[in-house]
């Protein structure tokens, strides 16, 4: 069996992408850690906890009881690849769009 994505993954990844401090931030002292980056905000939840890496364990849980899911929720951590890091990082880089 696979190894599963630990917290540190998943915060090194979210803090590679465009935008990262809208999905991992703190309010009232508690760290929020939303999955935006990878279903949408249509489709988005946030995990709360006082503590960062337990806040990304409770969303990293969440998204692999939605591997093959039929949902908005699911379809995007299908399609992203999910556990595959790297294949989830190509999957929420946009793509820069040529200048004419």
Not at 28 to 54: M, S
Request: hydrophobic share 35%; glycine share 4%; net charge negative.
């Amino acid at each position: 069996m696979e190894n599963k994505v630990t917290p540190n993954q998943i915060i090194e990844l979210i803090n590679s992408l465009p935008d990262s401090e809208k999905h991992i931030f703190i309010v009232n002292r508690k760290y929020w850690v939303t999955q935006e980056w990878l279903c949408g905000a249509f489709a988005g939840r946030a995990f709360v906890n006082e503590i960062l890496e337990d806040a990304v364990q409770e969303m990293i849980d969440y998204l692999y009881k939605h591997i093959g899911h039929d949902s908005m929720v699911g379809n995007s951590v299908t399609k992203s690849g999910f556990p595959n890091l790297e294949r989830v990082k190509q999957y929420c880089t946009p793509v820069e769009s040529e200048q004419y």
